[in-house]
Each structure stands twice: as C-alpha cells, then as structure tokens.
T-cell receptor
Framework: AQSVAQPEDQVNVAEGNPLTVKCTYS??????LFWYVQYPNRGLQFLLK??????LVKGSYGFEAEFNKSQTSFHLKKPSALVSDSALYFC????????????FGKGTKLSVKP | SAVISQKPSRDICQRGTSLTIQCQVD?????MFWYRQQPGQSLTLIAT?????????ESGFVIDKFPISRPNLTFSTLTVSNMSPEDSSIYLC????????????FGPGTRLTVL
C-alpha cells in the first residue's frame, strides 16, 4: 500500500538557522512528490514538487527539497528559517499511474523562534 | 495556480442535519477533489468529482453520506448528510489542471462543527 511518513510531529528551529522537515514514502514505481504548507485557519498552499530530473527542487518562499530515490525520501529544507515559516507542513505523493489521488503524510508542525 | 473559494467558511450544525458545501473555481478544471481533515490529523480524500460523470468515492466513504454534485467545470458541492459529532472536520476542495503534472490547488476549507 502507498504511504507517506513524516517522522517528526514538530520541528523547532531558531530564526536564521537551517531547517529540515523529513519525509519518506512507500509507493510502487516512480512517484510524483509534493510539499504543501498550511498556515493557521487557512487552506493548503502548494510549495514545490518533484516530477523528474534534478533531485534538488526549488519552490516558493525559499524552500527546496531533495529527492533521494535510494532512501525513498523527499526532505524539505530551507537555508535560513524565518519566524513567518511557522506552520504545518505536509508531504504528499502520487503514483504516476493514478489520477488525482494524493496520499498525505500526517504533517509536521514547524516552529521558528526569534 | 487557481483561485478557489468555498462556502460556508465555517458552520456549527446540529446532529442529524445536513450541510452542503460549495466550491467555486475561477477557471475551468477537469478534476476536482474533496478532502476531509479531522482535528489534528492529515488530509483524507473523500471522492473525486469529474464533470459529466458520477463521483468516485474512496474506501470508507459512500454516496449516501457524502453526495457530490459537479454540474459544470468550475463548480462542485459536497453534502455531509445526517451529521454526527464524528463528522466535525475541515472539508477542503481541490483542483488539478489537466495540463498540470499532479499538483493540486486547495480551497480555504470549511470548518464544520457538529453538536
């Protein structure tokens, strides 16, 4: 069965420090991979995606993610965290052979302190 | 991206009643989806709504409980029927462009509380 794991319920980072939010997946074949962010009382916003090509993907707000096929991981990163990055982050995957069905991880709460 | 609106943004309902949630998109899209996000949990796909065909429901969700309409390429509704407190969740619609490669764009969500 397809699944996504975000092993950390919460990540705490000091402003200005680099951040990493972890994601691993279990999908047959080569999946599409996504990161979304959810700010309080708001819907999900698309951050970035991996389809093919370069393993390092750059997205919105200075975020990037690294696809590692051998480790089946797609960790979200940012070189210098901002307090405004504090939000709930979701990793999602989709089987290339299916239409539409995104499988979401349980989410990781990122807290950036000044 | 797409601009997606949902109505209502939130509601408090009594047990046994039904609520219809509307989702409006600013452009024509082929695929629309309805998700549920229970308190403190991740998103779970309820169904896929394509214009001109019956909605396709995921395991654990049935049409009698969550009837969906998709009358045109910019609009869909989800009804939560015969509600119970366990239905208290955020309900989100999303769209995927036919020209896209998988990313979905989400509406702001409808926060439903059932008493």
């Amino acid at each position: 069965a397809q699944s996504v794991a975000q092993p950390e319920d919460q990540v705490n980072v000091a402003e200005g420090n680099p951040l990493t939010v972890k994601c691993t997946y279990s999908v047959s074949g080569n999946p599409y991979l996504f990161w979304y962010v959810q700010y309080p009382n708001r819907g999900l916003q698309f951050l970035l995606k991996y389809i093919t090509g370069d393993n390092l993907v750059k997205g919105s707000y200075g975020f990037e993610a690294e696809f590692n096929k051998s480790q089946t991981s797609f960790h979200l990163k940012k070189p210098s965290a901002l307090v405004s990055d504090s939000a709930l982050y979701f990793c999602a995957v989709r089987d290339r052979g299916s239409q539409g069905n995104l499988i979401f991880g349980k989410g990781t709460k990122l807290s950036v302190k000044p | 991206s797409a601009v997606i609106s949902q109505k209502p943004s939130r509601d408090i309902c009594q047990r046994g009643t039904s609520l219809t949630i509307q989702c409006q998109v600013d452009s024509q899209v082929t695929m629309m989806f309805w998700y549920r996000q229970q308190p403190g949990q991740s998103l779970t796909l309820i169904a896929t709504a394509n214009q001109g065909s019956e909605a396709t429901y995921e395991s654990g969700f049935v049409i009698d409980k969550f009837p969906i309409s998709r009358p045109n390429l910019t609009f869909s509704t989800l009804t939560v029927s015969n509600m119970s407190p366990e239905d208290s969740s955020i309900y989100l619609c999303s769209v995927e462009r036919s020209s896209g490669v998988g990313e979905q764009f989400f509406g702001p969500g409808t926060r439903l509380t059932v008493l």
